[in-house]
């Protein structure tokens, strides 16, 4: 079987920076492009910037679109199929070497795709920082990283015991996250106290709720800035925004681009 050694992907690379354990790059995939079976030397991570594919692993098939976040453990076995044109993939590859460095224990459970829209963030802020490349950018990207495996670590590892209510509210606002829900409106319906969820959210979400429905939103927005079929105004109406400005300043906080800049990537 086949094995892609350090930072190696079966896509064409367009930039890539390698250091200290660590490979970030940018892939272009032709459409139509099949892999065979095939595993990789190190973890990876992969952010899907536009198109997508299919994706057999030893026990079970996934669909990947633009705007998705996939993980592959080392020596994970799988293989990709028909690539959309115009498929791109910004990947980073971490060694062995990189976790021992930073004493950094990571399961070796399979996730497949994340859809924390917190990590995802995580990622297009590294991204900011891998296409700026400034002087201070790697410390960033390192300090970025950490972040995201902390937290990712912390999910599969140790699930915490969450209550009823925040799996239903977690499900509420990501299906519904186009309403603008008051406290009121989302208490009645988990049936939980407005200051018991106020109270409580932080704990469950590592952030508040209105950070949160905010990264739902800046999430939903990184693929339809994508898909181009909508003007900025367009997207900041859909995304629950004030307004185009008000899109662009939570935007720029929240990843580091600005939408125009992103939309490039």
Not at 64 to 72: H, I, L, M, S
Not at 76 to 81: A, D, V
Request: aromatic residues 12%.
């Amino acid at each position: 079987m086949l094995q892609f050694s350090a930072g190696n992907f079966l896509g064409e690379k367009t930039y890539e920076i390698r250091r200290d354990g660590l490979v970030l790059s940018k892939c272009n995939y032709h459409g139509g492009l099949t892999s065979s079976w095939h595993y990789h030397e190190n973890v990876y991570l992969s952010f899907i910037l536009n198109g997508g594919c299919m994706e057999e692993r030893t026990k079970e098939t996934n669909e990947y679109d633009t705007g998705q976040f996939v993980f592959y453990n080392k020596g994970e076995k799988h293989n990709n199929k028909n690539y959309q044109p115009g498929s791109c993939i910004f990947n980073i590859d971490i060694s062995d070497a990189w976790f021992r460095q930073h004493d950094v224990q990571f399961s070796d459970q399979s996730i497949v795709c994340i859809n924390d829209p917190s990590l995802k963030i995580l990622v297009v802020r590294m991204l900011k920082e891998y296409a700026e490349e400034r002087n201070h950018s790697f410390l960033e990207i390192e300090s970025l990283l950490m972040q995201l495996l902390s937290s990712l670590s912390k999910k599969i590892e140790k699930p915490a015991k969450e209550p009823v209510w925040v799996n239903q509210l977690r499900d509420l606002l990501h299906d519904q996250w186009q309403e603008n829900f008051s406290l009121a409106e989302l208490s009645r319906v988990i049936k939980i106290h407005p200051i018991s969820i106020s109270k409580h959210f932080p704990k469950y979400f590592q952030c508040t709720l209105g950070e949160y429905i905010r990264k739902i939103r800046i999430d939903k927005s990184l693929t339809l800035i994508k898909s181009g079929k909508e003007n900025l105004s367009g997207i900041a109406q859909t995304c629950g925004f004030a307004d185009q400005s008000h899109f662009i300043r939570v935007f720029k906080q929240q990843t580091g681009f600005l939408p125009k800049r992103y939309m490039k990537m």
